[in-house]
């Protein structure tokens, strides 16, 4: 069954960090571009962060650039969202989401994880 499962969400303190973890089961993450996008009560869905699957090229939204840092590991099969100097404006719930290339166009994307709630507040 194929399968993409997030974690490391939960609550933080303006300025903490949370590193997210999108582990996928039932296939082979390193094939694909992998995106992080959240999504917070009452708005759109946005893009966070992409990963290529080819070399591995980075890309962020201009609101975590200098924040957020995206990376892959093969061989556990997972691709991880470190996010530091977290905001109260970065609570959602993130999703991480395959594709076959690195890009911030959800429509793009077809399997989808469940989602992991992060709420920065004090």
């Known amino acids: 069954q194929v399968q993409l499962v997030e974690s490391g969400g939960g609550l933080v303190q303006p300025g903490g960090s949370l590193r997210l973890s999108c582990a996928a089961s039932g296939f082979t993450l390193n094939y694909y571009a992998i995106g992080w996008f959240r999504q917070a009560p009452g708005k759109e869905r946005e893009g966070v962060s992409c990963?290529?699957?080819?070399?591995?090229?980075?890309y962020y939204a201009d609101s975590v650039k200098g924040r957020f840092t995206i990376s892959r590991d093969n061989a556990k099969n997972t691709v991880y969202l470190q996010m530091n100097s977290l905001k109260p404006e970065d609570t959602a719930v993130y999703y991480c989401?395959?594709?076959?290339?690195?890009?911030?166009?959800?429509?793009?994307?077809?399997?989808w994880g469940q989602g992991t709630q992060v709420t920065v507040s004090s």
């Open positions: 990963i290529s699957s080819t070399d591995s090229s980075t």
């Open positions: 989401a395959t594709s076959s290339i690195a890009t911030m166009n959800a429509r793009l994307y077809g399997s």
